[in-house]
Structures are given as structure tokens and as C-alpha cells.
């Protein structure tokens, strides 16, 4: 082959494989942008929370949650002195680690988290770093408490994201009281404590050993054996009981009163009683019943104040009354006894026969 064909396959050499590369890059490409991509030009929504805790475990791209569902993830994790307060005072720097979250969704659903977030924060949404697993590592989770006990922290500057305030972690609560109780072991005097049980170890087997094991132990024998005989006793009441007989009784008693119940006049009777209360519940409703009510406390009164004025006549007359009736009640007996008598006079003198004189 001349010099001019070899310089020409190794151009075409050349442009073959820079051909192949342009076209693995494109679909390497294609493939990172279905990947993950898209996610770069989809809409977000940013805020920011500050922490007064430690955040150990928690790092950029750690999981945003809310209740259990992924929303987005952790974007930038930094302190206030470096993006706030830099230049400030020492002794005014609030030193909150400052972790900014990045939400992905739908241009629709990011709007809505913008106008809806100070709502939810009003309404008591707040981040708490949760352990995720056995790992140690940490996520972010979005739910809703009590907003007076977790109010909206107080800061000097403006922050560049809108702010979703923080509540405590329950991992650090519980390592918190972990570390005040060892800390309040350290502080009690443990010999004192130790000297203390030990006396009450020995006062305790003093006590013990003055114990009338002995007597105890017989009296509960005692006890036993009264028990075990009561529950004999009662076992052969029981057993001797008419007890199916006063069960015969009882459904005896029972078929009677379902018979009674079944009887046409009980239920005539009861539809009496209803007709009577619904009379009476008619009446009382009438204007009538008030009417002669009144009239009758009306006549009471006038009864009463005329009884009152003429008290001494009444009791005269009572009296009179009284004894006109014992008189009338002499006269009978008088009469019973002596009706000639009543009628013509005094009684006629006895007859004087021979036989009725004295010798």
C-alpha cells in the first residue's frame, strides 16, 4: 500500500472511533438524565431549620420525611456563625447548626408548599432529627406538635429560606436523662448508702430470727385444717340441698308468671290504666282544672275565716249538741226499759201477794 492509502485508513480509523465516543457520551449521556437527571431541572422548594442540639449522624443527602413519606432530602448542613452572623459579637452569636432541606415535586405541589408552609408552621409542623436503623445514621422527619410547648425560634437576621422551627429529638431526650442520672449517681455519697443497707440487712435478720416461727407455723397448720373442714361442710350442705327441687320450683313460679302475663285482662288492664293516665294527663292540661282548683282554695278560705269569726258560737253549739244527744241517748235506754213508763207516768207499785210478805 502507498503512504496516501495508509494515511487514509487511519483517518477513517480515527473518525470511526471518534464517532464511537460521541455516541457513548450521548448515551451515557441520555442514561444519567433518565437516571437522576431530571431531578436537576425539576421544581424545588428550600427551607431551613436551626438546631440548638447536636446533629451527629445527620449529613447532606440524608432522607426528608413526612409521617414515613420521602419528600426530599438534606441539602447543606452549616453553622449560623459562618452563614448568618458572621461579624457578630461573640457573646450575641446564637450558634444554631442551620440544616437547609431541599423538597422535590411538581411545579404545582411546590407552589402550594409556598403559599401553605406558614400555615403548617402556625399550626405546629416542626423537623426532628430520628435515628434511622442500628446504624447511627440520622433523617429528618416532618411532623405536627404542640406549638406552644415548641415555639418559632427568635433570630437577628433574615434568613434566606423560609423557616420550619425544630423540636427535639427523642434520642437526645433519652440520652439527656441518661447522662443527668448517671450524673446524679455521681453525686450521691454511695458509701453512705452502702452503710445504710448493710444495717438495714442486719436489722432485718434480728427481726427475723425473734420470729415465733414455731407458734406461726402451727397456728397455720390450725388455720388450714379449720379451712379444709368449713369446705367439707359446706361441700355436704351443698350436696345435701333440695336444690332441684327448688329449681322445679322456680320454673314452676316462672311458667305461672308467664301465664299471668299472658292473660287478656292483664293487658286490659294495662290498657285501662294507660286510657285512665292519658284522661287524667288531659285534664290537667285544661284551663278548667285550674279554674275549679282556685275556686275550691277560694271556698277553703272563706270556710276557714268564717269558722274563725264565729269559733266561740260553733263550740257553744257543739256542746249543746252534745247534750241534747246524751239526753236522747237516756230517753232510749229509759224507753227500752219502761216503755209505760215514758208513755203514762211512773212505774205501777208492785203487787202485794201473801207469799211475797215476810214471815
Known amino acids: 500500500m502507498s503512504p496516501e492509502d495508509i494515511s487514509m485508513a487511519e483517518k477513517q480509523r480515527y473518525r470511526r472511533l471518534g464517532l464511537f465516543v460521541v455516541l457513548a457520551l450521548t448515551i451515557l449521556a441520555g442514561l444519567l438524565f433518565v437516571l437522576g437527571g431530571r431531578s436537576l431541572f425539576a421544581p424545588t422548594l428550600v427551607f431551613e431549620t436551626y438546631f440548638d442540639k447536636s ?88 411532623d405536627y406538635f404542640d406549638p406552644e410547648k415548641y415555639p418559632e425560634p427568635t433570630v437577628a437576621w433574615t434568613p434566606d429560606y423560609p423557616v420550619v422551627p425544630s423540636a427535639p ?72 340441698a333440695p336444690i332441684d327441687e327448688a329449681v322445679g320450683d322456680i320454673a314452676s313460679a316462672s311458667a305461672r308468671l308467664n301465664a299471668l302475663l299472658a292473660l287478656p285482662a292483664l293487658e286490659q288492664t294495662l290498657d285501662n290504666t294507660a286510657a285512665l293516665t292519658n284522661r287524667l294527663r288531659t285534664l290537667a292540661a285544661r284551663e ?10 277560694r271556698a ?15 263550740r257553744v253549739v257543739v256542746e249543746d249538741l252534745r247534750a241534747t244527744a246524751d239526753n236522747l241517748r237516756t230517753l232510749s235506754e229509759t224507753a227500752k226499759r219502761y216503755p209505760a213508763g215514758v208513755l203514762f207516768g211512773a212505774p205501777p207499785k208492785k203487787a202485794d201477794f201473801p207469799w211475797n210478805r215476810t214471815k
Open 55 to 142: 446533629v451527629s449522624g445527620l449529613g447532606v443527602g440524608a432522607q426528608v420525611s413526612f409521617r414515613g413519606v420521602p419528600l426530599g432530602q438534606v441539602s447543606e448542613i452549616v453553622m449560623s456563625t459562618v452563614a448568618y452572623e458572621n461579624g457578630v459579637p461573640f457573646e450575641q452569636r446564637a450558634a444554631f447548626i442551620v440544616v437547609r432541606t431541599k423538597l422535590s415535586a411538581t411545579s404545582a405541589q411546590v407552589e402550594q408548599w409556598q403559599a401553605e408552609l406558614p400555615e403548617y408552621v402556625r399550626r405546629g409542623l416542626r423537623a426532628q432529627t430520628q435515628l434511622a436503623g442500628i446504624t447511627g445514621q440520622q433523617y429528618l422527619a416532618l
Open 288 to 297: 278548667e282544672l285550674d279554674t275549679m282548683i282556685a275556686s275550691l282554695a
Open 169 to 240: 429529638s427523642m434520642t437526645g431526650e433519652i440520652i439527656g436523662s441518661a447522662q443527668q442520672f448517671l450524673a446524679s449517681l455521681n453525686e450521691a455519697d454511695i458509701g453512705s448508702l452502702g452503710q445504710n443497707l448493710d444495717r438495714l440487712v442486719l436489722t432485718l435478720d434480728d427481726k427475723i430470727g425473734r420470729v415465733p416461727v414455731d407458734a406461726l407455723s402451727a397456728d397455720a397448720d390450725s388455720l388450714i385444717k379449720e379451712a379444709r373442714t368449713l369446705v367439707e361442710h359446706l361441700d355436704e350442705v351443698i350436696t345435701q
Open 300 to 314: 277553703v278560705q272563706r270556710i276557714d275565716a268564717l269558722v274563725g269569726d264565729n269559733q266561740y258560737d260553733v
